[in-house]
């Protein structure tokens, strides 16, 4: 009973990454959200990926100067970039 505990709180790495990249796309749930939380308080390398992946997100996302109508990336374009990204990080 007590390890089945402490798998619910204690996210790993792996899974606390999982669950910084779903909060760019969609809420989370309040359970999500609390295990996320309590993990970045004790590991600063997933708080440090965090603001690293909002930083990144920012700028793949935004729109260049001078061309609103057309974002940096986008569609196809990003899948296939976040799909590299991810597998260069041992995703």
């Given at each position: 009973?007590?390890?089945?505990?402490?798998?619910?709180?204690?996210?790993?790495?792996?899974?606390?990454?999982?669950?910084?990249?779903?909060?760019?796309?969609?809420r989370l749930s309040p359970r999500e959200r609390i295990q996320l939380s309590w993990h970045?308080?004790?590991?600063?390398?997933?708080?440090?990926?965090?603001?690293?992946?909002?930083?990144?997100?920012r700028i793949i996302t935004r729109e260049p100067i001078g061309i609103p109508e057309e974002?940096?990336?986008?569609?196809?374009?990003?899948?296939?970039?976040?799909?590299?990204?991810?597998?260069?990080?041992?995703?």
């Amino acid at each position: 009973m007590k390890k089945r505990f402490i798998h619910i709180i204690v996210l790993s790495c792996r899974k606390a990454t999982r669950l910084i990249e779903k909060k760019l796309h969609q809420r989370l749930s309040p359970r999500e959200r609390i295990q996320l939380s309590w993990h970045k308080s004790v590991c600063d390398a997933c708080t440090t990926y965090e603001k690293q992946v909002i930083f990144l997100d920012r700028i793949i996302t935004r729109e260049p100067i001078g061309i609103p109508e057309e974002p940096l990336f986008s569609g196809k374009n990003l899948e296939t970039l976040q799909e590299k990204i991810i597998l260069s990080i041992g995703g």
